[in-house]
């Protein structure tokens, strides 16, 4: 059995309820009518678990506000993606609300297809190996040219030691997100 919870943080007011809804039947099928309401924990979080008896486990999900059946809100962009891996039996995914960014027009296809298009560019780093403990971390980047690469870097040895030379670069293939 696979546990997935889902996390996110959201202020709602007076009859507000957050809702999840996603690509399986225990999300609704992607109608919007039989999203699934969340259950508020307290200072704007918002929390539900779904559990799955089948290990091929692939979908894509996103949130939406809901007042009386009513949606009144949903995220900007495309839906996030959960994809199984035969390592893990429990995950929490902890998301945050995508609000319309104030760069929009960078993620017109006139720049994503075109202006800083990431043809020819090969991937950096090799895709990542299931792990039991992880942490994906997913940057919209509109306006990073083809030639440059974004990376990470941090105060520990597996962020590089604030060594440049030692920087994890981020996967560029789904432009103009990073991951």
């Known amino acids: ?100 960014p104030p760069n929009k027009p960078f993620f017109s296809s006139a720049f994503t297809k075109y202006l800083f298009a990431r043809t020819g560019v090969k991937r950096t780093n090799p895709e990542p190996h299931p792990f039991r403990r992880s942490l994906t971390l997913r940057v919209f980047a509109p306006t990073i040219r083809p030639e440059h690469t974004l990376a990470i870097l941090g105060n520990n040895p597996i962020l590089g030691n604030w060594q440049p030379e030692n920087a994890i670069f981020l996967n560029s293939d789904h432009f103009p997100n990073g991951m």
Not at 5 to 15: A, L, S, V
Not at 89 to 95: I, N, T
Request: hydrophobic share 30%.
């Open 1 to 100: 059995m696979i546990e997935i919870e889902f996390q996110i943080n959201y202020r709602t007011h007076g009859d507000e309820k957050v809702c999840l809804t996603g690509s399986v039947p225990e999300l609704g099928n992607n109608e919007t009518e039989s999203a699934l309401p969340m259950q508020y924990s307290g200072n704007g979080n918002w929390v539900t678990t779904l559990k799955f008896d089948h290990n091929d486990i692939w979908f894509q999900y996103n949130y939406c506000i809901i007042i009386n059946g009513t949606i009144i809100d949903k995220e900007w962009g495309q839906p996030r993606s959960f994809v199984y891996n035969d390592t893990n039996e429990y995950y929490r995914l902890c998301d945050h609300w995508q609000t319309t």
